[in-house]
């Protein structure tokens, strides 16, 4: 069975960094484009960044950009979000996502808090 797992998540400082994982299994992982989601108390969940299967293509949501990474791993299966320069709203719950034609798997989501 095809599942996506998230992890790094945890409570961050203003201005510091984290890295977050997801980790995919049961699936052909190099066709998948993915993708991390994120979503605030009382917001919509918004995309944050895709990545193509290969890995040459990328994408951001423009308040990320220049601050957050997103790089993936095809030998072993794990997509990875490095964010720097954390502000307070950036705390969400962190999704990730594995997307190809009509399939779609999510993560359970990973927290990440930024505060002082």
């Known amino acids: 069975q095809a599942q996506v797992v998230e992890s790094g998540g945890g409570l961050v400082q203003p201005g510091g960094s984290l890295r977050l994982s997801c980790a995919a299994s049961g699936l052909t992982f190099g066709i998948f484009v993915m993708s991390w989601y994120r979503q605030a108390p009382g917001k919509e969940r918004e995309l944050v960044a895709s990545?193509?299967?290969?890995?040459?293509?990328?994408n951001y949501a423009e308040s990320m950009k220049g601050r957050f990474t997103i790089s993936r791993d095809n030998v072993k299966n794990t997509v990875y979000l490095q964010m720097n320069s954390l502000k307070p709203e950036d705390t969400a719950v962190y999704y990730c996502?594995?997307?190809?034609?009509?399939?779609?798997?999510w993560g359970q989501g990973t927290q990440v808090t930024v505060s002082s």
């Open positions: 990545i193509s299967g290969a890995g040459g293509v990328t």
């Open positions: 996502n594995a997307g190809f034609k009509s399939i779609s798997y």
